[in-house]
C-alpha cells in the first residue's frame, strides 16, 4: 500500500504543469563599495540569507527560492555591525541588525520577486523606486521562457536628485527620496482620493525618476512600464549595473 502511494505521488509530479524546480536567486556587487543586502520574505516563508549579509565589491552569493516564494531584495550602505550583527546602515537600515526581519528604512531601491507555483505559470518581478533610491539594481531572467524582460534603474539618481529629494550624509548625496516621503500629500502617496490608477497620475518627480530608469517602477500605479514576467527562471540580481546585458 505504501508501494502505491508512492507510485501514485510519482506519477502526479511527473504531469505537465506540476514539476515544479526551485529559483535560485543569484546577488552580484558591481559597486565600488560594500552592499550589505537586506532580504524580506512576503508570504510566511524564512527570508532568503537570513535576512542580511555582507557582499564586498565584485562578490555574489546564491540562494535558491522554493516555488510560490514571494519577497523582495534590496542594497544598504555605509554599514558598520559588531561581532553580533548589531549596528547601522547609512541607507537601507533594518532597525540596527545585519539580519533584517522587516523592510528596509526608505529612500531604497527595491528587486521585488512573486515565483510561480508549478512550471506553467510565470514569475512576476520589477525593480521599484516608489520607496526611493538608494543604489543602482538591475534584475536580469536567466534560463527561463517567456517575455524575461531586464529589470532595473543604471543610471545613478543620487546624482542628479532635487534639492528637496535629497538624503545627505557628511555632505555626501546618499539618498534620493519619493516625493511621497518628502512631502506626504495624497497626489505623491497615491492616497485618498488619489488611491487609483484613474486619480493617481505621473507627477513631475515621478517623471524624472522614469526617465532616469524606463524599466523600473516611478510611482504606485506604473505597473504597465513596470512589472515583468518569466516562466522557469533563475534571476541575477545585480547591485550597480552598467547595462541591461
Same mark, same amino acid.
Given at each position: 500500500?505504501?508501494?502505491?502511494?508512492?507510485?501514485?505521488?510519482?506519477?502526479?509530479?511527473?504531469?505537465?504543469?506540476?514539476? *515544479?524546480?526551485?529559483?535560485?536567486?543569484?546577488?552580484?556587487?558591481?559597486?565600488?563599495?560594500? *552592499?550589505?543586502?537586506?532580504?524580506?520574505?512576503?508570504?510566511?516563508?524564512?527570508?532568503?540569507?537570513?535576512?542580511?549579509?555582507?557582499?564586498?565589491?565584485?562578490?555574489?552569493?546564491?540562494?535558491?527560492?522554493?516555488?510560490? =516564494?514571494?519577497?523582495?531584495? =534590496?542594497?544598504?550602505?555605509?554599514?558598520?555591525? &559588531?561581532?553580533?550583527?548589531?549596528?547601522?546602515? *547609512?541607507?537601507? &537600515?533594518?532597525?540596527?541588525?545585519?539580519?533584517?526581519?522587516?523592510?528596509?528604512?526608505?529612500?531604497?531601491?527595491?528587486?521585488?520577486?512573486?515565483?510561480?507555483?508549478?512550471?506553467?505559470?510565470?514569475?512576476?518581478?520589477?525593480?521599484?523606486?516608489?520607496?526611493?533610491?538608494?543604489?543602482?539594481?538591475?534584475?536580469?531572467?536567466?534560463?527561463?521562457?517567456?517575455?524575461?524582460?531586464?529589470?532595473?534603474?543604471?543610471?545613478?539618481?543620487?546624482?542628479?536628485?532635487?534639492?528637496?529629494?535629497?538624503?545627505?550624509?557628511?555632505?555626501?548625496?546618499?539618498?534620493?527620496?519619493?516625493?511621497?516621503?518628502?512631502?506626504?500629500?495624497?497626489?505623491?502617496?497615491?492616497?485618498?482620493?488619489?488611491?487609483?490608477?484613474?486619480?493617481?497620475?505621473?507627477?513631475?518627480?515621478?517623471?524624472?525618476?522614469?526617465?532616469?530608469?524606463?524599466?523600473?517602477?516611478?510611482?504606485?500605479? &506604473? &505597473?504597465?512600464?513596470?512589472?515583468?514576467?518569466?516562466?522557469?527562471?533563475?534571476?541575477? *540580481?545585480?547591485?550597480?549595473?552598467?547595462?541591461?546585458?
Amino acid at each position: 500500500m505504501a508501494f502505491n502511494s508512492r507510485l501514485c505521488l510519482l506519477l502526479l509530479l511527473l504531469l505537465p504543469g506540476t514539476v *515544479i524546480n526551485a529559483s535560485v536567486f543569484t546577488l552580484q556587487n558591481q559597486c565600488s563599495y560594500t *552592499i550589505w543586502p537586506g532580504t524580506l520574505s512576503g508570504n510566511g516563508l524564512n527570508a532568503l540569507g537570513d535576512g542580511g549579509f555582507v557582499l564586498p565589491p565584485g562578490s555574489q552569493l546564491q540562494f535558491p527560492a522554493p516555488p510560490g =516564494w514571494s519577497g523582495r531584495f =534590496w542594497g544598504r550602505t555605509g554599514c558598520n555591525f &559588531d561581532a553580533s550583527g548589531t549596528g547601522k546602515c *547609512i541607507t537601507g &537600515d533594518c532597525d540596527g541588525f545585519l539580519k533584517c526581519n522587516g523592510g528596509g528604512t526608505p529612500p531604497v531601491s527595491l528587486a521585488e520577486f512573486t515565483l510561480a507555483t508549478s512550471q506553467n505559470e510565470k514569475d512576476f518581478y520589477d525593480v521599484s523606486l516608489v520607496d526611493g533610491y538608494n543604489v543602482g539594481v538591475g534584475v536580469k531572467a536567466l534560463g527561463g521562457f517567456g517575455d524575461c524582460q531586464y529589470a532595473g534603474c543604471v543610471a545613478d539618481l543620487n546624482g542628479n536628485c532635487p534639492e528637496e529629494l535629497k538624503v545627505m550624509d557628511s555632505g555626501t548625496v546618499v539618498a534620493c527620496k519619493s516625493a511621497c516621503a518628502a512631502f506626504n500629500t495624497p497626489e505623491f502617496c497615491c492616497t485618498g482620493d488619489h488611491a487609483s490608477p484613474q486619480t493617481c497620475l505621473p507627477t513631475q518627480y515621478s517623471v524624472m525618476f522614469k526617465n532616469a530608469c524606463p524599466t523600473a517602477y516611478s510611482y504606485a500605479y &506604473d &505597473d504597465a512600464t513596470s512589472t515583468c514576467t518569466c516562466s522557469g527562471s533563475d534571476y541575477l *540580481i545585480t547591485f550597480c549595473p552598467t547595462g541591461s546585458g
